[in-house]
């Protein structure tokens, strides 16, 4: 568990009434905060139906329960929340953001909210995952909720004036894992699903990492809390190479942008070093700034925001 970032509740705007938007076989049934019981139920050879987009408004990602589901807490359900650009600020693209926080906890402010209110302001809509954790959840839970919140933007794009090929995805520590696990782990969808959102790719076009988790099979390196919360205390060999996504890059790995401290004292460096050699090695292109940035868990500073931005543009975004 990272203890040195500072772990707050989710925001609650008290200028609104948040609504939830349950995804019934790609239909919308719009429910209160208060109410569990859908007034409406589509049938499921409905058309599907774009939901509303509304500033700060979040969504369930699955209609009922998501996979591997062990109860009908707030912990056991994945959810999205939106931010967005000013009207005439938007720039067509978008990011999905996943907090840091060992795999146990999430830092929704420092590396939620802060980070989604940033990259709107600079025309960017923004996302913001609340996926599901360890102890009580381990790996595939976290990466099927990573890839839905992807496909969840991106069938709805269109609609909300999103291009479908400007989906990125921006993670921090253990949400970095996240990230490099979702950009080297990917589908192209099943064109045939009855889930709409389903039918959508879970390859994020551009990926971006700060002080990010990476390996789980160096041991001088590894993040131990993060594994073992994401795959439990004694995970097999296979599995831990499996998700040592420095391991697992190709040429088609997203481009990506690096930012981590050499003074970090919870994830070290060599998790990014290693990274960033397997994209360079494999062609893809890559952004690394590599310095003396704060140890860990600094999330929105001068040291790397204007370039991050600057970047993004270059890549249309």
């Known amino acids: 568990m990272e203890e040195d970032l500072e772990i707050k509740p989710h925001p609650t705007p008290t200028a609104m009434k948040y609504l939830s938007l349950f995804l019934l076989c790609g239909t919308p049934v719009l429910m209160s905060a ?29 209609a009922g329960d998501a996979p591997l589901a062990q109860g009908q807490d707030a912990k056991d359900i994945p959810t999205i929340q939106a931010y ?21 906890n999430l830092s929704m402010t420092n590396e939620g909210s ?11 809509a923004a996302f913001i995952v609340k996926y599901r954790l360890g102890p009580k959840y381990h790996h595939p839970a976290e990466m099927f909720d990573g890839q839905r919140a992807i496909r969840f933007v991106r069938t709805y794009a269109p609609a909300w004036n999103i291009d479908i090929n ?44 700060l002080y990010p988790v990476i390996t789980f099979t160096d041991e001088a390196s590894v993040h131990k809390g993060s594994r073992q919360s994401l795959l439990g205390a004694n995970p097999p060999d296979d599995l ?11 040429a088609d790995t997203p481009p990506a942008f690096i930012a981590h401290s050499f003074t970090d004292p919870v ?16 062609n893809v292109p890559v952004v690394y700034l590599r310095g003396p940035y704060g140890g860990h868990g600094f999330g929105l500073t001068a040291a790397w925001d204007a370039q991050c931005i600057a970047w993004l543009r270059t890549r249309k975004f």
Not at 37 to 60: E, G, M
Not at 85 to 97: Q, R, W, Y
């Open 114 to 124: 802060k980070i989604a209110q940033w990259l709107a302001d600079n025309g960017i």
């Open 34 to 62: 208060a109410d569990s019981t859908p007034a409406v139920t589509a049938p499921a050879s409905a058309a599907p139906t774009t939901p509303p987009l509304q500033n700060l408004q979040t969504f369930r990602l699955w």
């Open 240 to 250: 831990k190479l499996l998700l040592s996504n420095e391991k697992q890059v190709t």
């Open 267 to 282: 994830v070290p460096i060599a998790n990014s070093d290693a990274y960033v050699a397997a994209l360079e090695k494999a």
């Open 166 to 209: 400007k989906v990125g995805v921006i993670g921090f520590s253990a949400g970095g894992h996240m990230v490099s696990t979702l950009a080297t782990h990917f589908d192209a969808g099943k064109p045939d699903a009855t889930d709409v959102i389903d039918r959508a790719s879970s390859r994020p076009d551009l990926q971006i990492l």
């Open 84 to 104: 967005l650009p000013a009207e005439g600020k938007a720039t067509g693209a978008a990011m999905v953001i996943f907090p840091g926080g060992g795999y146990v």
